[in-house]
């Protein structure tokens, strides 16, 4: 079931008001039925896939309390990763693995003909899977107790309007939440439904209406013009941006009204100054999930993971090397004999290079996280070469800003242009999911040829865009300066005139074809 759709709106229509008319067990029950109801309304076979994975990890927990032997607890928390991260290898990844060693057994000059297997990938497998595991992690390191009441675990991994998309939820912050019944609260209620209706906005006027031509631009990039393909990733970085953090609103917003609080999951991302800013603001609840569980014990910016380091990505690039990627094969091994000689030269080059190799390490992963492609690899491999530079340039390029006397807000707006520049190359990458449509983008921006307005076809949508995603912007922009969900909880005029707006925009800018949510296939 997607938020954009009429069974949406009948599901919440009833949902909500039995919610607040039960109390205790009755309304848990009733969150967890309506949680699978919601998921099974996709593809019910999948249920038993969530309801084991709850199974697991709740008697996983039960037994992690009850020992105290290290090897034993080490052995319990192995199972749980390995059997959260089977499903997830299986469903996701089982036939990308396939086809890429039978690329690597051709560029060989060996022929392997087998078949791979008509795998339907689970809705939101990837999201239920990393806020389970959070909490086997966490009871192992002893960060929170275990739960023993099934019904309430089961419902914290199932909870609806999270489940598909995220944001990510961790047991230590959501679990406590259902020790007590909500209540219904009219401030959390006008609060809530402002963020439902604004991400209705992103999601439904904005992102749906950048779709189609997105999805012409990338479709057959050969077909046009320079202009029209830089217009078509501009409206991409956006189309992406609304899409995903549209849901995480409506979730919150969801959740908010039913007496839940979640952690934002965005947190307007393209203001970002440097890449580190950017990866605080956007899709958090994953970088920061990456950031606690991967990199920070990986070894972060200490020794002692170079065992991990060499075993994870030296194999990978050897397959993507393997299937035709020679130049980065050679790349990586010129690049690994200077950070090995960099690092012989003193203790403080050697934690720095550990830094740089746990940080590409995540990215990489966090790349593959996103979809069974080399392009999210890369894509990944983007990002965290983004994030090298940065530590390595950054203070150069701030220098030399500051013996040029160039003012702040000069320099702020260079740093989010730049920032912006290289996140969309990036998006291409991740948007074409094939290097050949990526290269075709990339080669037709660059060649720009017929770089006017006279050579862009259907030019109502970039007219319809551009105004939109001004909207958009003017409201973030103007929302850091005047904070627009105070003065909403505070002033009924302006909440009404806002909510009356909002309906307005999305009724007469919205595309109402039930669109699904981009991060559905994640």
Known sequence: MIFNSLAFFVFIGIFLPLYFALKGKARLFLCLFASYFFYGWWDWRFLSLILFSTLIDYFIGLKLEETEEPSQRKRLLSTSMIVNLGFLAFFKYFNFFIDSFQEMMLSLGVEASWNTLNIILPVGISFYT???M????DVYYRKIKIERDFVRFATFISFFPQLVAGPIVRAIDFLPQFQEDKKFEWDRFTSGLGQVLWGFFKKVAVADSLAPFVDQC????????SLHLTIGVIFYSFQIYCDFSGYSDIAIGLARIMGFDFPDNFRTPYFSKNFSEFWTRWHISLSSWLRDYLYIPLGGNR????GSVFFIVLPM????????WWWLLLIYA???FISWRYMQQGEKNKRTMFNYMNLMVTMLLGGLWHGASWAFVFWGFLHGSYLVV?????PIWTGMLNKMKVPNFIQNILAIAIVYFFTCLAWI???ATDFEIANQVITGIASLEGFNFGTIINKFWVVKGFVLIGALLFVEMTDLRFHYSSVIKTNPVFRLVSFAALIWMIAFFGSFGANSFIYFQF
């Not at 020794?303 to 170079?306: R, V």
């Not at 690039?317 to 035709?324: C, F």
Request: no cysteine; proline share 3%; aromatic share 18%.
């Open 130 to 132: 990393f806020q389970s």
């Open 134 to 137: 959070s909490y086997t992690i």
């Open 218 to 225: 990338f479709a057959s990039p050969g077909g046009f013009s």
């Open 303 to 306: 020794e002692g993971s170079f």
């Open 317 to 324: 690039l050897l397959v993507v090397g393997l299937t035709g």
């Open 334 to 336: 010129v690049v690994s």
């Open 390 to 394: 940065q530590r390595l340039a950054g």
């Open 429 to 431: 990458y991740f948007r």
